[in-house]
């Protein structure tokens, strides 16, 4: 059934539709570099670019307002942090780079890796997998941490309307109780959406001794081509910088 496809299944997502290698590609291209490298040289100009590329995923998703968001926080920090290394104090300029670092090398990464889960079904990421002629040891648990997220943040949301309703939230009748009624039913649960999880996991057929099929298009195309050559231009411009000043 390799190549099978459902319109249904397909026409309705929204933004750049690219293979989950090219994504990863992505992800590791914007983690790696925004976190392992310096501001000197040519990644002061590097970064930025990198950094734009989940805002420009998320807007073709038409996202808006998380794009919106992301842009100005991460153009915030940004701000913050050149200011603190040109003209605030040694230990204020300490401070402020110590916060804003955090956010203009987490952010874009954390992101991406968000858009990469909202944007990549299970079967997709799993016949890429196959592709790449990957373990199933390896296969197997990173299919149910790609659903583990999403699932908890649902659960999450599940647990913050009842609690709303219930007065309990900040500024309500009972504040300090929040963190109690929130943490402890959300702390249940990740335990119990997990052995679920790894059922549903085994229950698809995941690790059993016949190959298994997916009904999902898989392959690279233009798109794909024109997402991996920019990672490829800022590992190169990156290496360049290593040997070359400028």
Request: include cysteine; glycine fraction near 6%.
């Amino acid at each position: 059934m390799e190549g099978v496809s459902f319109s249904a299944t397909t026409d309705k997502r929204k933004g750049i539709r690219l293979d989950p290698r090219t994504k990863l590609i992505l992800l590791l291209t914007v983690t790696t570099l925004m976190f392992s490298t310096s501001n000197e040289g040519i990644m002061n100009f590097v970064k930025p670019v990198l950094s734009l590329i989940p805002f420009v995923l998320i807007l073709s998703e038409r996202r808006f307002k998380t794009a919106g968001k992301y842009l100005l926080l991460y153009l915030a920090c940004f701000a913050l942090e050149r200011i603190a290394l040109t003209t605030l104090s040694d230990l204020l300029s300490f401070v402020v780079l110590a916060m804003t670092s955090i956010m203009t090398r987490f952010a874009p990464g954390i992101m991406t890796g968000a858009w990469l889960l909202s944007s990549t079904s299970v079967s997709e990421f799993i016949g890429s997998m196959e592709r790449m002629h990957l373990t199933e040891k390896i296969v197997i648990p990173l299919s149910v941490i790609f659903r583990f997220f999403p699932t908890i943040s649902e659960e999450y949301q599940a647990i913050s309307d009842a609690m709303k309703m219930r007065g309990i939230r900040f500024g309500g009748k009972n504040p300090f109780l929040m963190v109690e009624y929130r943490l402890v039913p959300l702390m249940v649960s990740v335990v119990k959406i997990g052995d679920e999880l790894s059922a549903a996991a085994l229950t698809r057929g995941l690790g059993a001794p016949v190959k298994r099929t997916n009904v999902c298009q898989i392959g690279f195309h233009v798109q794909d081509m024109i997402a991996i050559l920019p990672c490829a231009l800022c590992f190169a411009l990156f290496l360049l910088g290593q040997y070359f000043s400028f």
